[in-house]
């Protein structure tokens, strides 16, 4: 067993080995918006329920590690007060992925990663449409608890309203642990989902994507598609040239097959195989071959 003192450990890796170790986290989705009215939506895994009476959630917006900035969520917080917190199932864990890319102010991380803005009944802050459950809260108070990169923001919130889907409820009205699937977050890359177990996704740390706002509408549009298909469509930060487009369909074979057909959702379906496969260029390089 090794022994370290945290003192001895640059921030980037105490936060690695405490992410690895404590989990899995639970992740808050969380909407905000500027004091000029700019939506913002992002993920944070340092989150838990600390009280039911009074219904307080407690989530922690880091400064960030390479330049010591804050994070939008947390000017938001301070400057409006409210927040929406977004529950994070498996069914929009691509797209809650690709929203937490360092996108500029301003950027609209609805748009980016294709989820829903709908307005809250209580607050200004939107919620996220897909998500299962949806609180509606007030920030009671916030809490630095340093002024380094790394170090947290404890934003103590009170729920005021909660949204639940009623296709996650059972039959005597309570959240069904199946219908729900929830996914929380392990170290690195590594996600946990309740139900089934272990999983990656490629985290948006060193490119921005392009954005489920940049996909073509023939894309968006198709059935064979999903929210998390969009979500691995748009995490690429630029899409395949038309010559590398051409080297792939000469080179093969199989894919010269498929284009031939002219079936549309064959062609999607071949494309979603390499999503499955974690072969996004692939499908991208698929789909604009012929641009259907």
Known sequence: MISIEPKDLTPAKLQSYLQGAIAPRPIAFASTISKRGKANLAPFSFFNVFSAN????????????RDNTEKHTLINCE?????????VNFEIVQQMSLSSAEYP???NEFLKSGL?????DCVKPYRVSESPVQFECVVNE???LGKEGGAGNLIICEVVKIHINDSILDEK?????????????????WYSRAKMGLFEVEKPIHTLGIGVDAIPDFVKQSPVFKGNDLGKLGNINCLPTN???DIFVNQNFVIKGVLSSDDVLTIHQKAKEYLDNSDTISAWKLLLAKGI
């Open 142 to 144: 916030i809490i630095a």
């Open 79 to 87: 400057a409006t007060r409210e927040v929406v917190i977004n529950v």
């Open 173 to 189: 009205g309570a959240i069904d642990p199946e219908k729900i699937d929830l996914v929380a977050r392990m170290g690195a890359n």
């Open 243 to 245: 010559e590398e487009i």
């Open 116 to 120: 829903t803005p709908i307005p809250s």
């Open 54 to 65: 009074p219904p307080i959630l407690v989530f922690s917006p880091l400064r960030r590690g």
């Open 105 to 107: 102010e301003g950027i």
